[in-house]
C-alpha cells in the first residue's frame, strides 16, 4: 500500500515493526510462554514438594495443589530472594523487577506474577525456574534460576546512503554485548526511523533484521527512493518551468524538506493559487515511490487601483497592471503608476508639490535556464526633494539587476546592478533660499552646488543573506545586506563618485506571537564628491521616526540603530475569532542615528545632526504589499529650542 500525502507540508510518517519482531525475532529467541514455578527437587533442601508434605494436614481437600498455596499463603513467609543465572544483566537490575519483599506471605500465585515481571524484561528464556527453599518451618528462601538470551556481539547495517552508520549505531551500541531483547530493539528501530524522518527521510524504514550464529544482528533498511515525479494540473504553465523550480530528481531518496522546499518555490512563482504533493508507491517497482506534484493555477494577470498615505508621497492613488505568469513562463511584467498630494507634515525646507511616479518592470526568475534572475525597468519620478530644500527632482532612467542564491549556501544571494540614471534638480522658490544663504551668511553660488545633477551609469554589486523564518510576519533569523555603488558621471567624470552601505537586522521571539527586533545600519561615501541630491538622509518613516523627512539632516555618511517590540492586539482572540486582526501588530521602538559629512541644507535649516527618538506605533499587514506603518515618535535628544517635540510617520513595506 503506497502513502499518500495531499497536504504541502504534511508531518513526517512513522512505522511500528513490533509485529516483524515479533514475527521474525521473538520466535528464534523466545517462545510466548509463561514461566512456571518447578517441581520437587531431590534433596530436602531444595524440594519444595517435601516440604510441602511436611506442612501437609490429613484434612485437606482433594486439590492438593490449592491446599498447598492456601496453607503456604497463611503460614509460609518469604525470608529473602536469589537470583542465578544470570551473567550480563545484574542482579541489581533484575531485582527491580522482583516485587516479593521480606516477610511477605509465600504463594504460588505471587511467584509467577514475578516470574513473568522478569520474563517481560526481554533479556531471558521461557527456561526459568522458581524454587522455595526451606530455611525453617515459617520462612523459605526464593531462588530464580533465569537462562539468558543469546548475547549480541555487533551490529550491522545495509542501505544506510543519507545517513551515516556512525550516527546510527550511537543508537545501537547500548545493546551490544546483552542478552537480545526484543522490546529494546524495537524501541531501537523505533528511534532509528525517528531520527531518519527528523532528518526529513520520512519513507525510510527498516524492512528486514536476521542474526549470525555468532552474535552479531543485521539489519536492512529502505531509505524511499524517488522513481519518477510526475507533474499535474498545470494548464498554462509550461511544464519546464515547474521542473526548474523542483530541484529534487528521480532516482534520489526522498527528503520530506527538500520537497518542502521545492513547492514554496513554486508558490513564491505566484502562478499557482495552490501546490500539493503525492507519494504513492509505484505499482511496476513496489521498492521505489512515485511524487506527484499537484497544481492549481490562479488568474495571474491583475489589474489593480489603490490608494494611501505615506509621509514621503502624501495623499496618494495607484493603478497598475501586473502578469505573473507571461506567455505560461513564469515571467513577471507589471506597470505601475502613481501620483501623491506631495510630502505631508513637511516642514519649510519643502515644497507643496505633487509626486508623481510611473515604473515598467519584466522579471525572469531562470535566465537562460540558469539559477540567474534578471529583472529590467525602467522608470520617471517628479517630485518635491527630500534632499534639496525647496528644489523639484526629476529623475528618468533604465536599470537592470542579475541575482543569485550561492549552492553552497542557500540563504546567501549575490546580485548586480547596472543602471542609467538622469537626475535632474531644479530650483522651486528662489527668493525664499536667497533669504536663507544671506541669513546665514552663506555665498549664494553654494546653490548652484546643492542643484548639481547629471547623467549617471551606475554599477552595483550587493548581497543579502536572509534566514527569517517568514518574508511577511518574521519572529526569528536575520536579514542582512551590503551594497556598492560606483556611480559614474557621464557628463563630466570629475563628478564621479561610490559609496558603500549596509544593515543587519535580528528577530528574537518572545513569547508564541510577539518578538523583538535589533538592527543596525550605515553607509557612507567611499571616494569622490558626493552630490548633495544623492546625500543619506536620517529623519522620517524608515529611518529615525520622530523626525519629518530628512528633519535629522543629511550628509555623506550615516549610522543608525533600531530596537522595536511587536505583539497582536492583546487578548483580541478573547474577544473575537476574525482572521484580519491576526495582521495587525502594535509596536514599540527607540530609534537613534547620526549623520556625518553634514551638507548646507543642515546649516541653515539648524537640523540636529544626531537625535534618539521612542515611540508607538500599528502595522497593518498587506499580502502582497507589505508592513503598512503609522509611527508616532518622541524626540529624547537632538530637538532644537523652540521646535515642537513629535511627529507621525507614515509608511508603506519593511526597509532594512
Not at 564628491?529 to 543629511?554: C, Q
Amino acid at each position: 500500500m503506497g502513502l499518500v500525502f495531499t497536504q504541502a507540508c504534511p508531518a513526517h510518517a512513522a512505522w511500528n515493526f513490533s509485529g516483524f519482531w515479533n514475527k521474525n525475532i521473538k520466535s528464534k529467541f523466545q517462545k510466548d510462554k509463561t514461566p512456571q514455578t518447578q517441581p520437587a527437587s531431590q534433596d530436602t533442601e531444595s524440594n519444595p514438594e517435601t516440604f510441602w508434605d511436611r506442612m501437609q494436614n490429613d484434612n485437606n481437600t482433594q486439590n492438593l495443589q490449592a491446599e498447598k498455596t492456601e496453607k503456604a499463603t497463611s503460614d509460609i513467609k518469604v525470608h529473602s530472594v536469589e537470583i542465578v543465572g544470570n551473567n550480563l544483566i545484574s542482579t541489581n537490575e533484575i531485582m527491580e523487577y522482583v516485587k516479593i519483599q521480606s516477610g511477605e506471605p509465600y504463594s504460588v500465585e505471587m511467584v509467577q506474577q514475578n516470574l513473568k515481571s522478569i520474563y517481560e524484561m526481554g533479556y531471558f528464556t521461557e527456561k526459568m525456574k522458581a524454587i522455595p527453599i526451606k530455611v525453617d518451618d515459617k520462612n523459605v528462601k526464593l531462588k530464580i534460576i533465569v537462562e539468558e538470551n543469546v548475547p549480541i556481539t555487533d551490529f550491522t547495517i545495509t542501505g544506510n546512503n543519507s545517513i551515516a552508520t556512525g550516527d546510527l549505531l550511537q543508537i545501537l551500541d547500548p545493546l551490544v554485548n546483552k542478552p537480545q531483547n526484543i522490546q529494546k530493539i524495537n524501541e531501537a528501530i523505533e528511534e532509528i526511523q525517528d531520527y531518519y524522518a527528523s532528518q526529513g527521510y520520512i519513507l525510510a524504514r527498516v524492512t528486514s533484521i536476521t542474526d549470525d550464529p555468532d552474535g552479531t544482528v543485521n539489519i536492512f533498511i529502505d531509505e524511499g527512493k524517488i522513481g519518477s515525479i510526475i507533474i499535474e494540473g498545470n494548464k498554462k504553465t509550461k511544464e519546464f518551468v515547474v521542473r526548474r523550480n523542483i530541484l529534487t530528481q528521480p532516482g534520489t531518496i526522498y527528503n520530506e524538506n527538500l520537497i518542502k522546499q521545492d513547492l514554496m518555490r513554486l508558490y513564491g512563482t505566484q502562478a499557482f493559487k495552490d501546490v500539493k504533493r503525492t507519494i504513492e508507491k509505484d505499482e511496476e517497482n513496489p521498492e521505489v515511490y512515485n511524487v506527484t506534484i499537484h497544481l492549481e493555477e490562479q488568474r495571474t494577470g491583475t489589474i489593480s487601483i489603490g490608494g494611501g498615505l505615506d509621509t514621503a508621497t502624501g495623499l496618494f492613488g495607484t493603478g497598475g497592471f501586473t502578469e505573473n505568469n507571461f506567455r505560461g513562463m513564469g515571467q513577471r511584467i507589471s506597470l505601475n503608476l502613481l501620483a501623491g498630494t506631495g510630502i505631508v507634515m513637511a516642514d519649510s525646507s519643502m515644497l507643496n508639490r505633487a509626486n508623481l511616479q510611473a515604473e515598467i518592470s519584466w522579471f525572469e526568475p531562470k535566465l537562460k535556464g540558469t539559477d540567474n534572475s534578471l529583472m529590467i525597468k525602467a522608470f520617471g519620478r517628479d517630485f518635491a526633494s527630500y534632499q534639496i530644500p525647496l528644489a523639484v527632482e526629476q529623475r528618468f532612467g533604465i536599470e537592470s539587476t542579475i541575482s543569485r542564491a550561492f549552492t553552497n549556501f542557500p540563504h546567501l544571494t549575490g546580485s548586480f546592478g547596472v543602471g542609467l540614471e538622469n537626475v535632474h534638480v531644479k530650483e522651486g522658490d528662489a527668493s525664499q533660499i536667497a533669504n536663507l544663504y544671506a541669513a546665514h551668511n552663506i555665498p549664494i553660488s553654494e546653490r548652484a552646488k546643492q542643484l548639481q545633477g547629471g547623467l549617471f551609469l551606475s554599477l552595483s554589486p550587493s548581497l543579502i543573506y536572509d534566514t527569517r523564518n517568514s518574508s511577511t510576519l518574521p519572529r526569528e533569523g536575520v536579514i542582512a545586506n551590503v551594497r556598492f555603488d560606483e556611480m559614474l558621471a557621464l557628463d563630466g567624470f570629475e563628478n564621479t563618485f561610490g559609496k558603500l552601505s549596509g544593515g543587519i537586522k535580528k528577530y528574537y521571539p518572545v513569547g508564541k506571537k510577539s518578538s523583538v527586533s535589533l538592527a543596525f545600519r550605515a553607509g557612507g561615501k567611499i571616494h569622490g564628491d558626493m552630490p548633495e541630491v544623492m546625500a543619506y538622509r536620517l529623519g522620517g518613516p524608515y529611518t529615525v521616526r520622530g523626525f519629518r523627512m530628512s528633519g535629522i539632516g543629511t550628509g555623506s555618511g550615516f549610522m543608525m540603530g533600531q530596537a522595536e517590540f511587536q505583539t497582536p492586539i492583546p487578548f483580541i482572540d478573547r474577544i473575537t475569532d476574525a482572521k484580519f486582526l491576526d495582521n495587525i501588530r502594535i509596536a514599540a521602538f527607540v530609534d537613534a542615528g547620526q549623520i556625518y559629512g553634514s551638507t548646507v541644507t543642515n546649516e541653515i535649516y539648524n537640523r540636529p545632526i544626531h537625535a534618539i527618538t521612542a515611540g508607538v506605533g500599528v502595522r497593518v499587514f498587506v499580502p502582497g504589499v507589505g508592513p503598512l506603518a503609522i509611527d508616532w515618535g518622541y524626540p529624547l535628544t537632538g530637538v532644537p529650542d523652540g521646535t515642537s517635540k513629535g511627529a507621525f510617520t507614515f509608511g508603506v513595506g519593511e526597509f532594512y
